[in-house]
């Protein structure tokens, strides 16, 4: 990918802006925009109002109209997922590195709901709040779409736009997850491992692709019944570990931390002993596997550093500082976080 520069930051579109525009008073853009019916406006000046807001890519805005080309010292944070750690873990990081610029940070949920996305995202921008990091949904690239037209400075986290090449971007290096995993596995004398993982399009399946690479490196075969995949949550964990475990397996990788709690649980209601039976890697590190006897042995996806890198992009962003960088797109590397779920076999 070629790296372009940025274009300088625009500013918001004012009332003031419009009605220059369209050769009228800033009363009368307001009046017209505002859809108001108290007097007689000819539709020849209406319709010139509409165009010029339209050409201005002008928003309503909902604070005062004296903070005009003042940065408000907010910035908005949209993940889908509140419960899951590892967002819960960057958002921390960002708010920490926020406040010590001086900035606060608006958190909101999409619970990757592309609605309520849309509206947030529209929500925020009247609200004039200087920049946005976001974890987008599957149309995170039309729901986006309006930050870009307005230059609105705004960081992508952990799950890349499509079809859009230049924005920044941070997240963790999902393939390098799977592949240390199945490595560390491997390492220790398996060879015969199974993957459990969320079937999605978004960039968690390179923790699969990671996976079946190192296997492919070290001349180990995958059998179609050691990959199960399904939808994301503690359920379909338990299901596939389930139909995992009629292959015979010596260890398996859960590439996501919300299907090993049931792949875990699963496993102990079926009396199967980690590591002895079957050893297991997590991608992840949610606070119960360092509290589980054993330890569990996991992907450490360097949240800390996620947060740091998408808070300081997006903050220089906003002070105007990159005007002649190009964009970021930052994949952060992962680290294996040993612990006692691994058998070391013949």
């Known amino acids: 990918m070629v790296l372009m520069e940025k274009p300088k930051k625009k500013k918001y579109a004012t009332l003031n802006d419009v009605a220059k525009l369209a050769e009228t008073s800033i009363a009368t853009v307001s009046y017209i925009l505002n859809d108001s019916n ?35 010292g907010i910035i908005s944070v949209l993940v889908p997922q ?30 990757d709901d592309i609605q309520r996305e849309r509206e947030i995202i529209k929500k925020m921008i009247e609200q004039r709040v200087d920049g946005l990091i976001i974890s987008p949904t599957i149309q995170g690239t039309e729901n986006t779409d309006h930050l870009r037209s307005l230059g609105i400075p705004y960081v992508i986290l952990e799950r890349p736009l499509i079809g859009v090449d230049q924005y920044d971007f941070v997240g963790c290096d999902n393939w390098n997850c799977g592949y ?4 560390h596995l491997i390492d220790h004398g398996h060879t015969r491992i199974g993957f459990i993982g969320w079937d999605t399009f978004i960039n968690v399946q390179e923790r699969k692709l990671g996976f079946l690479a190192a296997m492919e490196e070290n001349g180990l075969r995958v059998e179609a019944d050691w990959m199960q995949l399904g939808d994301l949550g503690v359920d379909w964990g338990y299901r596939l570990t389930k139909n995992l475990l009629d292959s015979q ?9 919300t299907m090993a709690e049931g792949g875990v649980q699963l496993l102990r209601e079926k009396g199967i002993s980690i590591p002895e039976d079957i050893s297991t890697v997590i991608i992840g590190t949610p606070g119960w596997t360092q ?43 992962c680290a294996l976080l040993p612990g006692e779920s691994v058998k070391k076999i013949n």
Not at 42 to 63: D, T
Not at 180 to 183: I, S
Not at 301 to 319: D, F, M, T, W
Request: charge should be positive.
């Open 291 to 333: 509290l589980n006897v054993p330890k569990f042995t996991c992907i450490d996806q360097s949240e800390q550093q996620i947060g740091v890198a998408a808070a300081e992009i997006l903050l220089k962003n906003v002070l105007g500082e990159t005007d002649n960088e190009p964009w970021q797109q930052q994949k952060i590397a």
């Open 38 to 72: 108290k007097r007689y406006v000819s539709s020849e000046l209406k319709e010139r109002v509409i165009q010029a807001a339209k050409e201005l890519n002008y928003m309503k805005s909902a604070v005062a109209s004296s903070l005009k080309g003042k940065e408000r």
């Open 82 to 111: 509140f419960d899951n750690p590892f967002f819960t873990r960057i958002v921390v990081v960002i708010e920490e590195v926020a406040r010590s610029r001086g900035y606060f940070i608006s958190i909101s949920t999409t619970v």
């Open 180 to 183: 240390t995993a199945a490595k």
């Open 249 to 257: 397996v010596t260890a398996v990788v859960f590439g996501h931390h």
